[in-house]
């Protein structure tokens, strides 16, 4: 919910609440301390409510995890990967529309947040919640939340940074090493 609160009109959002009782329609209920999805129910008020924060359920079709990284001045991004079913099956994307997107929102979020590393999940949607304000420059232009060119339809919203950008995906690791090694001055 401090994510939500710090990145509100700097990233597309999804609105987080401390209640369902303040969303309409599905939502999702995920555990404040929780893991890789641990304990969430979707339009299920969990017995220990007070433990979980509300979000409007998102039909996602796409996901990524973008590794971001501060060094020597500057944010990196060592990779875009789209997420396969689990954080572990993953495959790379190194050009093109999502690519840029997902970099743009990555890299706001993080300056926002002031991580020096972290793994960022962005995620394509076909639900549209009231309030993804926010917008990205993508090397196409500016966006507000949606993308509607090239082959890509759909709602655009962060998700989460977390400060562990999945290292233990062999991967991921590679391409972090790889970059830093470039990065070095």
Same mark, same amino acid.
């Given at each position: 919910?401090?994510?939500? $609160?710090?990145?509100k009109?700097?990233?597309? &959002?999804?609105?987080t609440?401390?209640?369902?009782d303040?969303?309409?329609?599905?939502? #999702?209920?995920? /555990?404040?301390?929780g893991q890789?999805q641990?304990g969430q129910? !979707? $339009?299920?008020?969990?017995?220990?409510? =007070?433990?979980?924060v509300?979000?409007?359920?998102?039909? #996602?079709?796409?996901?990524?995890?973008v590794?971001?990284?501060?060094m020597? +001045?500057?944010y990196?991004?060592?990779?875009?990967?789209?997420k396969?079913?689990?954080?572990?099956s993953?495959?790379s994307?190194?050009? +093109?529309?999502?690519?840029?997107?997902? &970099?743009n929102?990555?890299?706001?979020?993080? /300056? =926002?947040? @002031?991580?020096?590393?972290s793994g960022?999940?962005?995620? #394509?949607? %076909?639900? =549209?919640?009231?309030?993804? !304000? +926010?917008?990205?420059? *993508? +090397?196409? @232009? /500016?966006?507000? @939340? /949606?993308?509607?060119? @090239?082959?890509?339809?759909? $709602?655009?919203?962060?998700l989460?940074?977390n400060?562990?950008?999945? !290292?233990?995906?062999p991967?991921?690791?590679?391409?972090? !090493? %790889?970059?830093?090694? *470039?990065?070095?001055?």
């Amino acid at each position: 919910q401090s994510q939500y $609160n710090m990145l509100k009109g700097i990233v597309p &959002t999804v609105p987080t609440y401390d209640s369902s009782d303040d969303i309409s329609g599905s939502f #999702i209920a995920k /555990k404040k301390s929780g893991q890789k999805q641990q304990g969430q129910v !979707v $339009n299920k008020v969990p017995e220990n409510p =007070e433990e979980y924060v509300f979000q409007p359920y998102l039909d #996602i079709l796409s996901e990524y995890r973008v590794v971001v990284y501060y060094m020597n +001045g500057s944010y990196h991004v060592s990779g875009v990967y789209k997420k396969l079913g689990s954080n572990a099956s993953m495959t790379s994307i190194t050009s +093109g529309e999502i690519y840029n997107v997902c &970099t743009n929102i990555a890299i706001a979020a993080i /300056k =926002e947040l @002031g991580y020096g590393a972290s793994g960022v999940d962005v995620a #394509i949607s %076909k639900t =549209e919640v009231s309030e993804s !304000v +926010g917008s990205v420059l *993508s +090397g196409i @232009g /500016k966006l507000s @939340g /949606k993308i509607t060119r @090239g082959k890509i339809e759909g $709602n655009v919203y962060f998700l989460e940074a977390n400060t562990m950008p999945s !290292v233990s995906n062999p991967m991921i690791l590679h391409d972090l !090493v %790889k970059s830093i090694k *470039s990065n070095i001055k």
